[in-house]
């Protein structure tokens, strides 16, 4: 049996689609079925009820799951402990956080943390968001800090993840400025003079949250994709650089804004309302088996989760 399998098995179990999975796994649907039934011949038993839509375990296939986790669990627990952790390892919480949190909010959110229950040592891996959920199901990780929107929820099972919400981030279209302080491009924009447009790859979930931005604007916005990354970085760099408008959460430009190296697009909307802006959640997400544990990183987790709640308490009273 390859570990991979397991890790398989875990994200269908999650989704309950195998072209899901397979897409979040970053395989072809026929490769990602032929490991899910190399999985079922090794363990001499079907996992997965196929005749119905959507996918659903069989009774095996939902014991089995529980297994899995416990099984990734251990194995990544023992990676960790290999990779230059001789005698009593220090207690380290991994976390998986989006590119743009990485660099912007996780540090600050961190040392405020910090200050309340002493110096965390931790280790971070930055993914876009879908790679991070899965992560954290396939035990990878302890916490998952990432972005929310109704339109495109996190799909994790609140029986089984605990959920926090850390703040908010907006985010909206900003451009370089131009001749005398003014932007060098404004929207909407027209049919005969698109504007250039830096965009997030079809993938992301930035890109997603600007596509519910554009899609439910009070005017339509005639723009010109002459650029494409997955990452938020990359768009600021050639918005800085007067390469076109991009949509940008507010923490990754409070430099260049301040600066007056950008200027947000929307900010003198009639009426003080940002037609052109989306309003996002910071969530922190944690498996609640691992709030349960005992060994010494479990413990570390759940003193943070409890300092990062009760600091919750005390902002909104």
Request: glycine residues 6%; hydrophobic residues 40%.
């Amino acid at each position: 049996m390859e570990l991979k399998w397991l890790e398989d098995f875990v994200s269908l179990a999650e989704t309950r689609s195998f072209s899901r999975s397979a897409e979040l796994r970053h395989v072809s649907q026929p490769a990602f079925s032929r490991r899910i039934q190399a999985l079922e011949a090794w363990l001499a038993t079907e996992l997965i009820d196929r005749s119905v839509y959507p996918t659903r375990l069989t009774q095996a296939g939902q014991i089995f799951y529980e297994q899995a986790l416990t099984m990734l669990s251990q194995a990544h627990e023992a990676r960790t402990l290999l990779r230059g952790h001789v005698g009593a390892p220090v207690p380290t919480i991994e976390f998986a956080v989006p590119h743009t949190l990485s660099l912007t909010y996780f540090p600050r959110w961190l040392q405020r943390i910090e200050a309340k229950m002493g110096q965390v040592h931790t280790r971070l891996r930055a993914l876009n968001v879908h790679d991070a959920v899965l992560s954290l199901v396939e035990g990878g990780c302890d916490l998952v800090m990432g972005y929310h929107h109704p339109s495109h929820p996190v799909a994790l099972d609140p029986a089984r993840y605990d959920m926090l919400v850390l703040g908010s981030e907006p985010i909206s279209p900003f451009s370089a400025p131009g001749r005398a302080g003014r932007p060098r491009y404004t929207l909407p924009g027209t049919a005969d003079a698109r504007v250039p447009y830096l965009s997030y790859t079809p993938n992301a979930y930035l890109g997603r949250m600007t596509e519910v931005i554009v899609a439910n604007a009070p005017t339509s916005l005639f723009l010109d994709r002459v650029y494409e990354t997955d990452m938020a970085e990359g768009l600021k760099a050639m918005a800085l650089a007067g390469h076109g408008v991009a949509f940008l959460p507010h923490s990754a430009v409070e430099d260049a804004v301040a600066s007056g190296r950008l200027i947000r697009l929307d900010r003198s909307a009639r009426g003080g309302t940002h037609p052109f802006t989306l309003t996002m959640e910071i969530r922190l997400y944690c498996d609640k088996l691992a709030l349960q544990g005992d060994d010494p990183r479990q413990k570390l987790v759940r003193t943070l989760w409890d300092v990062v709640r009760d600091e919750l308490r005390e902002t909104t009273g």
